[in-house]
């Protein structure tokens, strides 16, 4: 058992030096409705990802379905994400709520509301539903409602997927899309530079990170067999 761990963080170890690390791509707060009208119910996003052909997970809130007028057109968007091949699906609550506001009937309600329609997508793309992101990655106010939360995800069979590198994407768009609208395109670009240069150092800060915990951790398990 400790060989195997051994092994296993060697493996982690030197993926990490030779900069074998990877990545999962997750997008929140599918589908995206809210330029979805103002494209011509086209969605440049989905667009996008058709030319890049990298696999991504979508986590879906189905409450935004019903956020604007165009409910069926909505739907129709969100089986196009469905149906990619490159998708997989992911549970992200119906109304986007947080855990610790709302309590834990409240939020496993959301839960089982937000799957109704996925699930039925997944089974028609024969596709599974297995992964459940919370919203604001809140798991609660205490350990307590987060051994609740963790019982009831884990008996419904789902997988807690919580994100680890943001850039908070939302405030950088705020003003890109500020900037657009005054027609200030030269504003906008330099927000979308400083966007993709902090997700850059954000990548950059948590690879060393975690390349410096694991040498740490691995220093810490030779010297407690040293010592045995
Ligand atoms: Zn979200």
């Known amino acids: 058992m400790n060989k195997i761990f051994l092994v296993i963080l060697l493996f982690l170890l030197s993926n990490t030096v030779s900069g074998q690390l990877k990545v999962a791509i997750t997008i929140d707060d599918v589908p995206n409705i809210k330029k979805f009208e103002k494209n011509n119910f086209q969605t440049k996003l989905l667009n996008q990802l058709d030319t890049l052909k990298i696999p991504i997970a979508i986590f879906i809130n189905e409450g935004m379905l019903y956020k604007t007028q165009f409910v069926s057109k909505n739907f129709d968007?969100?089986?196009?994400?469905?149906?990619?091949?490159?998708?997989?699906?992911?549970?992200?609550?119906?109304?986007?709520?947080?855990?610790?506001?709302?309590?834990?009937?409240?939020?496993?309600?959301?839960?089982?509301?937000?799957?109704?329609?996925?699930?039925?997508?997944?089974?028609?793309?024969?596709?599974?539903?297995?992964?459940?992101?919370?919203?604001?990655?809140?798991?609660?106010?205490?350990?307590?409602?987060?051994?609740?939360?963790?019982?009831?995800?884990?008996?419904?069979?789902y997988i807690i997927t919580p994100f680890t590198i943001e850039s908070s994407d939302w405030v950088f768009n705020y003003l890109y899309e500020y900037y657009l609208k005054c027609n200030k395109k030269q504003e906008a670009q330099r927000i979308a530079n400083s966007y993709i240069n902090i997700t850059l150092e954000y990548f950059h800060y948590f690879d060393s990170y975690l390349l410096s915990n694991m040498a740490d951790i691995l220093i810490k398990y030779i010297y407690a067999m040293i010592i045995q």
Not at 79 to 97: C, E, I, M, P
Not at 114 to 121: N, S
Not at 124 to 148: A, E, I, T, V
């Open 77 to 157: 968007l969100l089986n196009q994400w469905v149906k990619r091949d490159y998708s997989t699906l992911g549970n992200h609550t119906f109304a986007h709520s947080r855990y610790s506001d709302v309590g834990y009937e409240n939020f496993t309600a959301d839960i089982e509301k937000g799957e109704v329609i996925t699930r039925e997508l997944s089974n028609l793309y024969n596709k599974q539903l297995k992964y459940f992101r919370f919203p604001y990655n809140d798991l609660g106010n205490d350990s307590l409602q987060k051994n609740l939360i963790e019982t009831f995800l884990d008996e419904k069979e």
